[in-house]
């Protein structure tokens, strides 16, 4: 009796991987420049004027909490639309939003047409995250933009891998951003509330994210 042919083994190759995103065409160092420039000029503008050092600060300070460093900075917005025009203070934090996000997508690009985020990008985590995304991804950037519960930082990995075009990404960020910072401000307008008790809450978001994240790592290694 002849056994039955078993099937061929598969192997994982770099052909099974999400397809790793281009490199970005202008050099490494262009929008660090810029961001550097904008910044240096808010702080120039200030020294010149002497007033208002909440609005000059908005620009970095935004820029900054957009950032890859995830430093909370809900509460920036609540705090200075006390003093400032509420409108003008959506205005210009999403525009400064729109351009750390040139440099967040840029880094992000760089990294991931690694080699070495091979795995990262063949992790079932990835993959799974990515094929949800993949189903509505500008609605799921403008959700994630707007509503504070749902960490952000995931999405930009997730328009990187899809190879999202930006105008469609910068897009979602325009509307996901500008709504929740206008939220923002009608609540610093409604609750004239301590500054310190808006960073609290963005601490407090912060951490919680951090340790789903974590726990979320824990759960998908295997045992």
């Not at 202008?26 to 120039?44: E, I, K, R």
């Not at 079932?124 to 500008?138: D, E, F, I, S």
């Amino acid at each position: 009796m002849r056994p039955e042919p078993t099937a061929p083994i598969r192997l994982v190759t770099d052909d099974l991987l999400p397809p790793a995103p281009a490199p970005p065409t202008l050099p490494a160092w262009f929008w660090s420049v810029v961001l550097g420039v904008v910044t240096l000029a808010c702080a120039v503008g200030w020294l010149i004027t002497h007033t208002a050092p909440l609005l000059w600060g908005l620009v970095p300070y935004t820029m900054l909490g957009n950032s890859l460093a995830m430093i909370p900075y809900d509460w920036y917005l609540p705090a200075i639309v006390q003093h400032q025009p509420a409108l003008l203070v959506v205005a210009i934090a999403t525009l400064a939003t729109v351009l750390i996000e040139f440099w967040n997508m840029d880094v992000i690009a760089r990294l991931l047409s690694r080699q070495g985020t091979a795995a990262f990008r063949g992790h079932t985590v990835t993959t799974r995250l990515l094929g949800w995304y993949q189903k509505a991804p500008w609605w799921t950037l403008v959700v994630a933009g707007f509503a504070p519960v749902i960490p952000f930082y995931p999405c930009r990995f997730l328009a990187t891998l899809a190879r999202y075009p930006m105008w469609r990404y910068q897009s979602a960020i325009v509307v996901g951003r500008s709504v929740r910072y206008a939220v923002l401000a009608g609540a610093g307008l409604l609750l004239p509330i301590p500054p310190v008790a808006y960073f609290v809450v963005g601490v407090v978001l912060l951490v919680v994210f951090v340790t789903k994240y974590l726990q979320l790592r824990r759960s998908s290694r295997p045992a």
